[in-house]
């Protein structure tokens, strides 16, 4: 049984499958388990209810929870040898969750069930379970569905500083208005924690009141915190990075996510900071044309004041270099939630106590909304630009973001149209919405501006600026017409006159309006002359804070999205091959995906399409 903590007063254990049984007596054998969104998750406590529920079909165990973190799956040969030897040292020795496993092995029992409303990007595309137990769910209104679910069990990781008090940590998201409704015998649930040492302690509002954790589960060695592997920052992501950082005013306030982009917009902000006149070049020889009405290059003297449902390296980096610094309420920065990489988590725990203050973990019904304190924070969020990523943006202005064509949900809303409809409402806000503006799909570039699309995230009548490395799209209060012009002239050019067909067909603007001739050169060589010489200087470096990449592994990279890209054409792959044949080999990169010595044919094959696609990055 577990023992009791005398001076706490409470149940409190270091055998995980212990709470479980009593959990499970406390409700029954009906167990509703509400489970923070990411990082957030008591995995040790979720893994024996969800255990003690395969064991005995009496018990039913219903999970409701967003973003399950997993490690990536290989989807090939090549992308397996990549990931498997590296995959602690990227990803963390992360405890996997026990019914992650089973809905990816289709093995979940009949008397398990778990709704997501929030997946981790991809990861769920094609699994008939998880797709059809998603809810579709704003974040703010998420409180209210976890309201509705009347969880009688809600399981988070916490910190705990030395002088035994315990954080949030990492999800005030949901769980601090959760508790305030149990305080106000709006819910009822037993709070169970599991203290991990590696979480930072984060005080305010992410601190749990005394006698509020009702069960208190302490491993003899904390587990790996999930690590979110830094990406390269390309070409691409770095240009979108430039434009998007002339629109940020000194003195205003600034949401961005994660990813490449996110973090080519805050080196951005970093370079016109600390080096403007390497800057101001870079910005002055941008050869595209641009409809922003905003025009900001400055170095920052008051400050901006960070709100964000997310925090996000990006905004951490920019705390550190005394760019996000104007404080709101004592704080510079007011986020809901974070997930990172381990430098990240690592960071925030030795960070002195008095820096560390001013980051303040909050739930989204604060971030992510006006309503509530209304009059203060439309006053603190002055100048707002809140960032946000797209997969597809339609020549009508629709955003794509979560999900396709044919229902399949990619990820999820979470906070994206709450942060769109505030910009709205703010005085002087505006939504940003960032994209490339092209993919590769089936061996083939087609293009993320679309006439239409048959699913969006945000609707048209939504509109405001959309950014793509190619500049600028001002859409707020513009005509169709207008919006249709703008975005074609964000858009690759080799997309360009098949977008202006269509509009024209569809009697959408005036038969005679063409492109005009300097609109007409979005190329990815245009990009690469302007961007070429500062990526050479390391101005505008591929990794501006990091990676827990190998060098061998830096240089592979490039080569692999080479052939995931050419993989649905046999020319392309043929083509990759033939020049691998040719080519000298790189035995570092070799050995490292196990194709130095080759056993068979299909090794040989596989070693020359490394080699080739090796050489083709070398020139890109």
Same mark, same amino acid.
């Given at each position: ?37 990411? /990082? ?70 009949? #008397? ?8 981790? $990007? ?70 169970? %924690? ?19 954790? +009702? ?13 979110? %592997? ?44 600390? @080096?403007? #006149? ?17 025009? @900001? ?139 490339? $503006? ?27 600026? %959309? ?6 799209? +001002? ?53 690469? +002359? ?42 392309? /792959? ?40 090796? $050489? ?5």
């Amino acid at each position: 049984m577990p023992e009791r903590d005398n001076d706490r007063g409470k149940p409190s254990s270091g055998d995980a499958e212990a709470l479980a049984r009593q959990l499970i007596e406390q409700t029954g054998g009906e167990i509703r388990l509400a489970l923070p969104l990411g /990082l957030g998750k008591a995995n040790s406590l979720v893994n024996a209810l969800t255990q003690a529920a395969c064991d005995d079909p009496a018990i039913r165990l219903t999970i409701l929870t967003a973003l399950t973190l997993q490690r990536p799956k290989a989807g090939s040969d090549l992308q397996r040898r990549f990931l498997e030897p590296a995959a602690d040292r990227l990803f963390g020795r992360y405890k996997p969750l026990l019914y992650a496993q089973m809905i990816d092995e289709g093995t979940l029992p009949a #008397n398990i069930e778990v709704r997501e409303f929030f997946f981790q $990007a991809g990861r769920w595309l094609g699994n008939s379970y998880a797709q059809r137990h998603y809810i579709p769910a704003n974040y703010t209104h998420a409180l209210s569905y976890v309201l509705d679910f009347k969880p009688n069990v809600v399981a988070q990781l916490v910190a705990r500083n030395p002088d035994g008090r315990l954080s949030l940590s990492c999800n005030t998201d949901i769980t601090v208005d959760l508790l305030k409704a149990r305080r106000e015998g709006k819910a009822d649930f037993t709070l169970a %924690v599991e203290i991990n040492d590696n979480l930072p302690f984060m005080e305010g509002p992410a601190e749990i009141p005394d006698g509020e954790a +009702d069960i208190e589960y302490e491993p003899e060695t904390s587990f790996e915190l999930f690590s979110v %592997v830094r990406r390269p920052v390309s070409q691409q992501d770095m240009a979108i990075g430039l434009h998007v950082s002339q629109l940020v005013a000194d003195g205003g306030t600034l949401q961005i996510g994660i990813g490449s982009i996110g973090d080519a917009i805050a080196q951005s902000l970093l370079l016109r900071h600390r @080096h403007n #006149n390497d800057y101001l070049a870079l910005v002055k020889a941008s050869p595209f044309a641009s409809s922003g009405s905003e025009e @900001h290059r400055a170095p920052f003297e008051t400050g901006l004041y960070a709100v964000t449902e997310m925090l996000v390296g990006g905004i951490l980096e920019l705390f550190q270099a005394g760019i996000i610094r104007r404080e709101v309420d004592g704080a510079a920065i007011h986020a809901g939630f974070f997930l990172e990489c381990r430098d990240f988590y690592r960071t925030l725990c030795e960070m002195p106590a008095r820096q560390r203050g001013k980051i303040v973990m909050m739930p989204v019904s604060f971030t992510n909304a006006l309503y509530g304190d209304e009059t203060s924070k439309r006053a603190a969020r002055r100048d707002a630009r809140f960032v946000n990523n797209a997969m597809i943006v339609t020549c009508l202005g629709a955003v794509v973001s979560d999900g396709i064509e044919d229902g399949q949900v990619v990820s999820g809303v979470g906070g994206q149209f709450n942060f769109v409809e505030q910009a709205f409402a703010l005085e002087d806000g505006r939504s940003i919405i960032t994209l490339s $503006a092209t993919r590769q799909s089936g061996g083939k570039t087609v293009s993320n501006i679309r006439w239409d699309y048959a699913h969006e995230t945000v609707p048209r009548h939504y509109r405001d600026i %959309v950014v793509t490395e190619y500049g600028v799209a +001002d859409l707020r209060g513009k005509t169709d017409e207008e919006c249709i012009v703008a975005l074609i002239g964000i858009a690759d050019s080799r997309f360009q006159a098949g977008l202006l067909a269509e509009a024209k067909n569809a009697g959408k603007i005036d038969q005679d309006l063409e492109i005009a001739p300097a609109g007409r050169g979005n190329s990815p060589e245009r990009l690469n +002359d302007w961007l070429k010489s500062a990526r050479r200087r390391s101005v505008l470096p591929e990794y501006p804070f990091g990676t827990d990449f190998c060098e061998t592994e830096r240089r592979l990279l490039p080569a692999l999205a080479i052939l995931k890209h050419a993989s649905g054409s046999w020319s392309q /792959l043929a083509r990759l091959a033939a020049r691998g044949l040719t080519s000298p080999p790189d035995m570092e990169c070799l050995e490292r995906l196990e194709l130095r010595h080759c056993s068979n044919l299909r090794e040989r094959f596989m070693r020359y399409l490394v080699l080739g696609a090796l $050489a083709q990055s070398d020139t890109d």
